[in-house]
T-cell receptor, first 110, second 117 residues
Framework: DAKTTQPNSMESNEEEPVHLPCNHS???????IHWYRQLPSQGPEYVIH???SNVNNRMASLAIAEDRKSSTLILHRATLRDAAVYYC???????????FGKGTRLHILP | NAGVTQTPKFRILKIGQSMTLQCTQD?????MYWYRQDPGMGLKLIYY???????DKGEVPNGYNVSRSTTEDFPLRLELAAPSQTSVYFC????????????????FGPGTRLTVT
């Protein structure tokens, strides 16, 4: 299975943009890049996913490198409610399962 | 539309006891999953199911059993509880179109916190 590498933790100030990096140098051509986040004492929730092009939704943006070996989740204006563990996951849609790694714990400073 | 529901929310078991964690989804999703999350760690896949009557092992299946007799329900059975099974258990579901390469998102339940002493 293709693996992802994320920093263990990051800090950001409230109301500033946050860039969460993910390296996936062994990504295959059919792998989608998914991001989930887990707020304290809750189950994970879907954030965004993409294949090759950059993606935007109401929660975040996903910037994917041209060679697809890395990606960045962008929170445009962090709030205290964005403090969570963020998981970067590779997903081959022909595979039945998703494997979560350890993720990045994001701390937001007021 | 309740999404994914799990019962119970909390449970304390004695070593050697058995129990079933219930999971139900009302989104007509074909895929369902069970994960466990130990304190401070990421999620590990226990079992998953791609449809009624079909189940398969994940990363950490030992000590657990599952069944999927309906699309909606995916119970997880612990037969002989051990302290190593103390964890938070999450159920999830998703839709996958088997005739295309469309990707999909997983919807998670609120979790069951299990302590085995």
């Amino acid at each position: 299975d293709a693996k992802t590498t994320q920093p263990n933790s990051m800090e950001s100030n409230e109301e500033e943009p946050v860039h969460l990096p993910c390296n996936h140098s062994t990504i295959s051509g059919t792998d989608y890049i998914h991001w989930y986040r887990q707020l304290p004492s809750q189950g994970p929730e879907y954030v965004i996913h993409g294949l090759t092009s950059n993606v935007n939704n109401r929660m975040a943006s996903l910037a994917i490198a041209e060679d697809r070996k890395s990606s960045t989740l962008i929170l445009h204006r962090a709030t205290l409610r964005d403090a969570a563990v963020y998981y970067c996951i590779l997903r081959d849609p022909r595979d039945d399962k998703i494997i979560f790694g350890k993720g990045t714990r994001l701390h937001i400073l007021p | 539309n309740a999404g994914v529901t799990q019962t119970p929310k909390f449970r304390i078991l004695k070593i050697g006891q058995s129990m079933t964690l219930q999971c139900t989804q009302d989104m007509n999703h074909n895929y369902m999953y069970w994960y466990r999350q130990d304190p401070g760690m990421g999620l590990k896949l226990i079992y998953y199911s791609v449809g009624a009557g079909i189940t398969d092992k994940g990363e950490v299946p030992n000590g657990y059993n599952v069944s999927r007799s309906t699309t909606e329900d995916f119970p997880l059975r612990l037969e002989l509880a051990a302290p190593s099974q103390t964890s938070v258990y999450f159920c999830a579901s998703s839709y996958s179109a088997t005739d295309s390469y469309l990707s999909y998102e997983q919807y998670f339940g609120p979790g069951t916190r299990l302590t085995v002493t």
